[in-house]
């Protein structure tokens, strides 16, 4: 029977697994070295907030891999040998391979900053990073005042994490305003606010220059580039951004770059072995895509596809229209399409954006100015229907359109307040003020 | 660590946000209100009992709605479940089993030992707890105080004043909000103060009104058809003949249509009371409810057994109840026998014949055991091998309801175990009214929970927070609708899912279970290969 070893038990090797099971009675191992079993990480933040324990966070329940016979191996792999299709494991271990899916997921970045391996310094991506932080700052006494250092997804998260436990935060974004480099300027000083409004310190057009070490090793306070301001702090958060967590095949003869680099059928140059998920780069990017996505859904989309090319069904990756999700503290967001920053925003790409005036509630609609084509949402603190704006972009319509229909798309719970009137009427005079 | 130990993971003590000051105070008012109740159960005399009263009720108000306001007004809106899992009283703690065994200890006294709370042989004034009680009732109803009055005044009392808390908490969501204030509604008009009202028309001699609750329905209301209360209606003339009628058409009629147009959820969480209970007094411990595969299998089984027990039962004392001769009134043991035969017949043909591709194999199974079980009844009534069970055993069969089902499930295990079992473990295991509700629900009810396409993370925030039990998770991520029996549409999972991804919705019942796995954002070739499988 031919042996499917997964390394990485994140949503793409899961998903992979399932659905290969689903196909086939393929023998099916598992490699983590971080948890026993699959759990959705995109949650660690509830276990810490205490809305979750974190077996909450597990899919499945415990029986469930044996009873699907999808092995699971704990174990952190050292080397791949691609001649003997073998993996070596740090222990002195060996498991041998038919087919090989590299699935190991991303790292948090770290830029080469004075102090970033002093103690009470972490990311937040994985188990251990939460087991970090519960032991670095379990509570506002031993945790005096937190810095995070980011201003991305992971960074916010942090905030709001550490925020449930009272502990004041310092929040430093090298952008002049929050996430700007991916949301345009409207939606992202309205998150700044919001921030604020939690009481969360954030300093924007900061960067940091060191983290400042105490006697025993562990994190006394950090320094601001440029002001030399010295901010005491007990844990520092480093969120910016994450890379492909891949150095253990950097001495193996599988083609890597910041990523494995795989084809769209998500083949590395090596016969048999695969990359899907955080860690798998396009050899070229798929239409607006990053070559790298470091996104559950992506994630969750290849290891679907690949797991028919594993079973017999080669089929390339094609991911359909983008969209995307997270939740700022108290404001929900999702983004279907292509919304560019300001900053990013191609010359054919024009913004009407809507705020309510309660400063929680906004969306930003682009479309094509010579075509008046819709081309993306973002929606803060409304709900919207997936599939409506995925039938929109397919169906290739204009803005206007998508303006005076958006009550369809409404996916609020019953008994919300309505915008559509307002956002229509808003719209409206947009329009004839151009006129 | 362990997955095994299920520790929460958290280092910090288990209250790790301490009370503020005014949070303090508004426990002390609480706990001196409580200690009132506590001095009156050891009889102590009070010289001026409506002053006492007032102060009891009046101070354990006031502490909640002081605690309240200190939790919820000074933060922003938004979901604020942080450190439910540190917190004793929500994470099966000392604080949590304490309170588990006092609610617990307070119903087997209730039912069981009324004596204790002051209860006394009717003629005889009461004391005790029940005896503060009776210058409230004397005002409602012109009568004392009895154990069931002190039980429904708390009762109320809990549902407005942790109502209350509860609109505080999810005071950025208009559903939760009008929901909350429809069970508030109901249960101080309709469960509180109309029966009352109603034993005052007894006063006059052309009345003999049992007490009503209007709202409350068979099978739930199990002692509807019982002879005192049919009795009690009958000779009540036309207002106590339209309210059996009204019993029979809610029955039949009205709750078919309202769950076949909104779900279950128009009775289990708007207007049931002991839904409502569960929503504000027992939202700290939604939590807690098992979200195993093998909760649910055994959920099926019990709920369904409960339902089962009922409609035997209620059968046998209506059958008692009914005379053997057509001429003194058409309808006879034999005609009333042969009709409720029909009817179970034809629902379960109609659900065999049309439904059977939607109940799972366990429920098949179970569908025609209980079939078979009441049909051999029926049999042997006719074959005259044995009346015995629908002639002399109806009063036993039905005190025995009362006990196990009546008094033990629902009040001493349902209300008792909120804080180690969850909130709605009566709802859950044990209610026949929500195993018809459910039945319907599934079977043709336009009510159902959408998912947003492929936005799920799997988070498990739905899940960990649905009352019922539902692995709501295990639908959402592969963007699958959930239509499930036990959901009674509280809402809370969409309001906590972090990605906006789910929705209650009435629609039409064409599409409502899609049990394709469509994970929107794969291009079209993939989903065409996926759904065609």
Redesign the interface.
Known sequence: MEHIVIIGNG?SGITTARHIRKLSDKKITIISAET??FF?R??LM??????????????Y??WFWKKNRIELKKGLVKHIDTEAKTLHFENTDSLKYDKLIIATGSKPNKFGWPGQDLKGVMGMYHKQD??NL??HA??NEICKRAVIVGGGLIGIELAEMLN???IPVTFLVREPSFWNGVLPDGESEMINRHIK??HIDLRLSTNLKEIVSDESGRVKSIIIEGTNEEIPCNVVGLTAGVTPNIDFIKNSNIEIGKGVKVNRFLETNIPDIYAIGDCAEQHEAIGNRRPIEAV???G??MG??LA?TICG?R?SY????W?N???F??I?Y?TYGWVHSTKNKPDYEQHFHWKHEDDTKCITVSFNKNTNAFLGINTFGI?????TF?NWLTEKRDVDYVIKHLAEAN???????RHEPEILKTYTNHQLQKA | ?S?QI????????PE??DLSIKQKVAVALGIIGLFIFGLAIFNTHFPNKTLFLTLSIGLITLGTILFANDAYLKK????K???????SISSRGVLGWMTGVLLTGFYIVLYFYPQYLGQTPSGEPNTGLISLFDPLSRLLSGNPASQWFVYGTLYTVAILVFGYKFMLKYR????EQ?RTASVMFFQLGFAFLIPEFMSRLNASSDYNLPYYDLKSMWPLNYYLFDSWSINGLLSSGALGLLMLLFGIISIFVISPFLTYKYGKRWYCSWVCGCGALAETAGDSFR?LSSK??SAWKLERWLIHTVLVFSVVMTTAVIYTYLGDDPDTFWLTRSAFLLGVGILLTLVFSITMIFKRKELGKDARYGAIGYFVVIAVLFIMHYTGTSDKIFLIKASTLRSAYGLYIGSIFSGVIGTGFYPILGNRVWCRFGCPMAAILGFQQRMFSKFRITT????C?????C??YCEMGIDV??YA?KGENIVRSSCVGC?IC???C???VL???NDTMEGRINSNEI????????MT??NKK
Request: proline fraction near 4%; glycine fraction near 8%.
């Open positions: 949503i026993d079993y959705s995109t949650a509830y276990v810490y907030m205490g809305h979750m324990k974190f077996e909450h966070t597990q899919p329940e415990n939460l087991e519960e032991q379990p509570n449930s436990r009272n409004n939690h559950w859904y992506t969750r989309m679907e596809t028919q069904n089929m094609n991911p359909g229209h969209f999700s997270a939740k503290l108290d929900e999702q709900r919207m229907k997936h599939e995925d996916f609020d719970p019953e008994f919300y307040k | 660590m997955n299920n520790e929460s993971m958290s280092l910090a003590k790790a946000n922003l809106e938004g979901i479940n942080d450190g439910v899992w540190f917190k950025h969501n208009r559903y009008l939590q195993k595969l947003n396409g492929g936005q993370i799997s988070c498990g925030n899940s960990t998770r295990a991520q809402g969409s309001a906590v972090p990605r906006g929705k209650l919705e994970l929107l954002g794969n291009d079209v070739d993939l290969l996926i």
